[in-house]
């Protein structure tokens, strides 16, 4: 449970940020670190297990029959990633508070950061790999809302599409490949397909497999072809790039190459493949940070370099390689956000990043340069800074490393990518804080408050430490880490400044003497470096994204061109094919099941119902006359279900057929007469024959499974009705208790269905559409629009229509009756007092809202569900007992009730809602006033009034 928590904690303090904010904006930084501080505390309370060789481990079914689980568990490896992001975390939440400014909603983007923390702690706590799909796509949502915080810049919306494109694609990529991986191992616990490796390692779907999880990972951690994303997400603010791009989301990636190195390291696919990859993105990133001139992007790209060094390492395949990675994930995480959050304060303080506008800060600001000299110090590999020990192993396992029989090829491009990493390290340093100080500053340069150098100086204290006394300081931490990553024992290694003379110490040698002599000659290296055309990775995603588009376009303008019956042509015309192919692979045999003989009602009422139809055909432009044949099959329908014992559904379908036609005229009213005459004989010939088709083939499909017998779910709920469900009609028990949850979802569409109408109609009352409903009424109207016989009758009807609608909805656990009958039947009687009375009159005197009305059914439906749940029963399971009660006698008390009654409102808020929509456009449209009374002739003090409010 304590994993669960850990993982859940920013979640469920995410919205503290947004009221704590109220408070002032050191309250909330205050509130939102306790929150990721609680997360930290709890997550090291299992430390001393984990560092004891214990796994830590919890598990709770969430959807046991697709294999998703709540499954967590807490390794080294885990332990590791999770501390680094909540450690981080709290960091940037203080860095932040003072780096946003006072016009930026602050409470907003502690809320997206808790978010994004939640989903990265989720992804390294993992145990179920359907899981961590989940929480790998809340990292893809939640960074588009960090990174396109200041939504009012181009550069960051356009950052954010590119890094949520990129990374949801390749999140497609990693759901399949996990579903493979899943699938081959026969679980979706990562613990199970760790043991399961030789498994793996022997199907045949291991390279597709493998090929799908790498493109996860490769645009997660930014890897070369897909490296173009992360330099555009700097146009986040400095904290979110500080926090993305050194300890969080690009590091997923390589967390997930890390989980799965021991499954999939030792085949040679994973050295041919991620090895490379690494190498080419360590030197294509480092190449391009040098000639860089605003000091985020040059960051960025030492980032990406970074990253290939780390998924190189990982690609190389030996444990000591997987050590060499682990560690530089430590160390670059410290020198990497020091270095962000010094450019961010360079920005803040000194109003610019670009290099070409900086020089002579050191006397300026003395405490951001001295961070920032250490900081850029290790990142360029300079001994006694924790940057130098990892590269110098990155450079002895290279120089071990033979690719496709070449010797050289690691070691030479490793050494070449190491010089270019000090080159643009020396140019960062020296060009940004030495020389003489200039004049023309946009702003002053000074240090800034204590808040925003701390985090700094905090993440400067590794970099040293580790570089003077790595054993001591990261030994243990990089040990139990890398042994998580490797699945078995490591082999001796020695976290040391001095190893001796290695040919590591060479290479490290020829770097950065090298990368001083490129600074040196950086203006020559720069036109040398111009003087070549230069691929540009923005223009050509550009360019893909730009076709992509006008592709989709073009197949839309084609195949989505708003026609209704194209589109329904093509569905059922699909249906019809695919039934077909069915069909004729199908062997063809004669029914034996009996036919009942025919009597001379069902002939009767048959031959009405295709009288109906052909009718339809020939008078279908007109839409009353349409609407009135429509009914009438409907009235037949029912027949037939009365016919067959289905006293429920009849009933259901009359109400339906009653509000359904009372709807559509008054909707009829603000249509015109007739529908446009067809003219294309080839059409319809066309749709005629489909619809042939259609009739044939459901009329064949009826007849031959009403010819044959076989077994269905009918016995069981028959069966199961009195002694399961606690009621006799089974109709109504299926509804409310067998499938429930397709009732729930059933009157939540209804709800979205009538709320759709409420504001599609809304529309109609005002604007240019309000203009057009004088065009289009029927200038005949009716003298008597509130006949009193009508008005009489309704009102007397009012109350035993109500009455009959308890009775049904009471009996309906028993009877033929309940919920949606007893609604449709209170819909009908007071759709007949708003068109007796008129809609003003109906309206004044409606005490409850529709809206609330849908709301509250669907909340009393899904509350009765949860009642279960507290009883350790699933959602909508619903008992019954007998009471005794005085004078009345036993009676049976259901569950059920409640959840009917939320059906109930459901529907009778739908129809009213509907209803009173309609009503307003139809009195919008009225071109003579529209009478306020119950009746056209109004009474005062017992004298009649003419309209002219004269009396007589």
């Known amino acids: 449970m304590l994993l669960a928590v850990v993982a859940l904690t920013p979640f469920l303090g995410a919205a503290i940020p947004l009221l704590a904010i109220r408070h002032g904006r050191n309250f909330c930084a ?8 609680i997360a930290l505390v709890l997550l090291l309370s299992g430390a001393p297990a984990v560092y004891r060789g214990e796994v830590l481990a919890w598990s709770v079914p969430w ?22 992001i909540l450690g981080m975390g709290l960091l940037i939440i203080l860095y932040a508070r ?17 978010l994004f923390q939640g989903a990265m702690v989720g992804i390294v706590l993992s145990n179920n790999i359907l899981l961590l799909l989940v929480f790998w796509e809340l990292t893809s949502l939640t960074s588009f809302l960090l990174i396109g915080y200041w939504r009012e810049l181009p550069a960051s919306r356009q950052g954010a599409r590119m890094a949520l494109i990129v990374t949801g694609g390749g999140g497609l990529a990693l759901i399949a490949g996990m579903l493979m991986l899943g699938h081959i191992a026969g679980s979706y616990e990562i613990t199970d397909i760790l ?13 597709p497999t493998l090929l799908l999880i790498l493109g996860g990972a490769f645009t997660k951690s930014a890897q070369f072809p897909f490296h173009f994303w ?11 790039s500080a926090y993305l791009h050194s300890a969080t989301m690009v590091k997923a990636g390589l967390f997930l190459m890390a989980r799965l190195w021991p499954v999939f390291a030792p085949t040679e696919v994973w050295f041919l493949i991620v090895a490379p990859v690494g190498l080419v993105t360590m030197l294509i990133g480092a190449w391009i940070a040098l000639f860089k001139d605003d000091l985020k992007a040059l960051l960025a790209f030492s980032t990406v370099s970074h990253l290939g060094l780390t998924t190189m390492l990982f690609g190389i395949g030996t444990p000591l390689a997987a050590v060499a990675a682990v560690f530089h994930i430590l160390n670059h995480a410290t020198f990497k956000a020091a270095l962000f959050m010094s450019a961010g304060i360079i920005d803040h303080e000194a109003g610019t990043r670009d290099i070409r506008r900086l020089g002579g800060l050191l006397t300026l600001m003395p405490i951001t340069a001295t961070l920032s000299l250490i900081a850029a110090a290790s990142m360029a590999g300079i001994p006694f800074f924790n940057g130098f020990l990892s590269k110098e192993m990155m450079l002895e396992e290279t120089a071990h490393t033979v690719y496709a029989g070449i010797v050289w090829l690691f070691p030479v491009v490793a050494t070449i990518a190491a010089l270019l990493s000090a080159a643009y390290s020396f140019r960062f340093a020296i060009s940004t804080f030495f020389g003489p100080p200039r004049d023309d500053y946009p702003h002053r340069p000074h240090d800034p408050p204590l808040g925003m150098w701390l985090p700094v100086a905090i993440l400067i204290v590794p970099v040293a430490a580790i570089g003077i006394l790595p054993a001591l300081t990261a030994g243990p931490i990089v040990e139990r880490t890398a042994l998580a990553v490797v699945g078995g024992p490591l082999p001796d290694y020695k976290l040391a400044i001095w190893h001796g003379l290695t040919p590591a110490l060479f290479m490290s040698l020829i770097a950065l003497v090298g990368g001083a002599i490129l600074f ?38 084609v195949t989505h061109n708003g026609s209704l019956p194209r589109y329904a042509g093509v569905i059922i015309g699909t249906i019809v094919a695919v039934g077909l192919v069915g069909f004729m692979d199908a062997p063809h045999e004669a029914g034996a099941r009996a036919t009942i003989p025919m009597s001379l009602p069902a002939v009767v009422a048959w031959i009405v119902l295709a009288a109906i139809c052909v009718a339809l055909l020939f008078w279908h432009r007109e839409r009353l006359f349409a609407l009135i044949l429509t009914s009438g099959v409907g009235l037949i329908v029912s027949l037939l279900f009365v016919q067959f014992s289905a006293p429920d559904l009849a009933l259901t379908q009359i109400s339906v057929d009653v509000v359904t036609t009372i709807l559509l005229l008054l909707a009829l009213n603000l249509l015109p007469k007739t529908t446009p005459a067809e003219t294309d004989m080839a059409g319809r010939l066309g749709r005629g024959g489909l619809a042939a088709a259609v009739g044939l083939g459901v009329g064949a499909l009826a007849y031959a499974i009403l010819t044959r017998d076989f077994q269905t779910i009918s016995d069981y709920h028959l069966a199961e009705a009195k002694p399961g469900g606690g009621g006799t009609n089974v109709v109504n028990v299926i509804l409310v208790d067998f499938r429930g949850f397709d009732t729930f979802g059933e ?34 109207q009716s003298k008597d629009a509130h006949p009193l016989i009508l008005v009489v009758a309704t009102r007397i009807l009012l109350p035993l229509a109500l009455t009959v609608a308890v009775f049904i909805f009471l009996r309906g656990h028993n009877e033929p009756g309940g919920g949606f009958i007893a609604g449709l039947i209170v819909a009908v009687a007071l759709i007949m007092q708003y068109l007796a009375s008129g809609f003003a009159w109906a309206a004044q005197r409606a005490r409850i809202d529709s809206q609330a009305m849908i709301g509250a059914g669907v909340a009393i439906a899904g509350l009765a569900g949860l009642a279960s749940l507290f009883f350790g029963w699933p959602f909508l399971t619903s008992t019954y007992t007998h009471v005794n009660l005085p004078l009345i006698g036993e009676i049976e008390i259901a569950s059920a009730v409640a959840f009917d009654f939320g059906v109930f409102l459901t529907v009778v808020g739908v129809v009213m809602l509907s209803l009173a929509q309609i009503s307003r456009v139809e009195e919008r449209a009225e071109r003579e006033p529209v009478p306020k009374g119950p009746m056209d002739v109004l009474l005062r003090q017992g004298r ?4 002219n409010n004269g009396s007589r």
């Open 63 to 84: 959807l046991p029959m697709i294999g998703l689980s709540l499954s967590f568990f807490l390794d080294g490896l885990g332990l590791f990633f999770a501390a680094l």
């Open 230 to 240: 992360l330099p555009h997400a700097m146009a986040a603010p400095t904290p979110v």
């Open 944 to 947: 009649i009034v003419s309209p």
């Open 520 to 557: 040196a000659f950086y203006r020559t290296a720069d036109q040398i470096r111009l003087a070549f055309p230069r691929p540009e990775a923005k223009r050509i995603y550009d360019s893909v994204i730009s076709a992509l588009v006008n592709g989709s376009r073009s197949i839309i303008e």
């Open 747 to 780: 009157i939540i569409v209804l709800g979205i269905a009538a709320i759709t109408i409420f504001a599609l109609l809304d529309n109609a009352l005002r604007g240019a559409a309000a203009k057009t409903l004088e065009s289009i009424r029927h200038p005949l």
């Open 98 to 114: 003072y780096y946003l400014s006072s016009k930026d909603p602050l409470g907003l983007f502690y809320f997206y950061l808790l």
């Open 195 to 207: 043991q399961r490796g030789d498994v793996i390692r022997s199907s045949p779907l291991l390279v």
């Open 30 to 37: 205050i509130a939102t670190g306790a929150v990721t501080l």
